[in-house]
């Protein structure tokens, strides 16, 4: 399983909402209290160190990534029988090195102090994926495409869900230079990711696939936080991103844990 592959794309796919929704919160917002809110970013895995990002709102006219790191906290994570805490690194990021301390099935709680308030968030770590398979771990590309049978499952994804809980279902291309299917398709990263809406299939079409190559098929099973930010329409009107959700008592960003399972595909030509 790939741990910084799908992190990286995770946080490119999420951190663009944040960014937009802190922006306008420091020009837009009529809540005085709101431009003073630090964002926090984490997702916790387990079996793996623990890492959190703590940084300031960015102005409208900022081209930077983050805001400005946010130093000197003193950030504690408990996992309800054991508190510690984060080390400080650079860029405002504060991390544990223990992987062990990360597992499933336990709630954490983070907390730390910010212009004389109190700043926390938990999430709980979710199990790892049960039963994940792809139909084959080739997918032949039809050399014709025929509109009439863009609906056409050709293979499919499937998992164990019967509590319907919420998973993201990730296709990465690893190729360096992958090539294009067909141009004419509506514009689509090589890579790209699917909601899965708490079902247990995902239906690979014709359609689906937009360049060729090799793919890393992840599989996470993420919690609510995730899911209502990644929903949510952070590039809408700057009025309207305020409200974008976010788990952080008196903060803004995302707190949450999620597991994996990690799938080989190769797509190719018929």
């Known amino acids: 399983m790939e741990i910084k592959t799908y992190i990286r794309y995770i946080n490119f796919a999420l951190i663009a909402g944040f960014l937009i929704m802190a922006s306008a919160c420091k020009k837009n917002s009529s809540d005085v209290n709101a431009v003073n809110k630090p964002v926090v970013e984490a997702y916790l895995v387990a079996g793996q160190p623990l890492s959190l990002k703590v940084y300031q709102q960015k102005d409208l006219t900022d081209t930077a990534t983050y805001g400005s790191a946010i130093t000197g906290l003193t950030i504690n994570i408990s996992n309800g029988t054991q508190s510690v805490k984060l080390t400080e690194g650079t860029n405002g990021t504060y991390t544990y090195s223990d992987a062990a301390f990360i597992t499933a099935g336990k709630t954490y709680t983070m907390q730390f102090n910010y212009n004389n308030v109190a700043i926390s968030a938990s999430t709980v770590m979710p199990g790892k994926p049960i039963g994940f398979k792809l139909t084959d771990s080739v997918f032949h590309e039809p050399n014709t495409l025929d509109q009439a049978y863009n609906d056409k499952v050709l293979q499919t994804v499937t998992w164990t869900n019967p509590d319907s809980l919420q998973h993201i279902l990730l296709f990465k291309n690893t190729d360096s230079n992958p090539f294009e299917i067909i141009a004419v398709r509506s514009n689509r990263n090589p ?39 990644l929903t949510t329409n952070t590039r809408g009107s700057s009025q309207n991103l305020v409200n974008t959700p976010t788990n952080v008592v008196n903060g803004l960003g995302i707190f949450t844990a999620m597991q994996a399972d990690t799938l080989n595909l190769r797509v190719t030509t018929q």
């Open 191 to 229: 890579s790209f990711e699917i909601n899965t809406e708490r079902t247990s299939i995902y239906n690979i079409t014709q359609t689906t696939f937009k360049y060729y190559g090799l793919y890393k098929v992840i599989l996470l099973r993420v919690n609510d936080e995730y899911i209502n930010v």
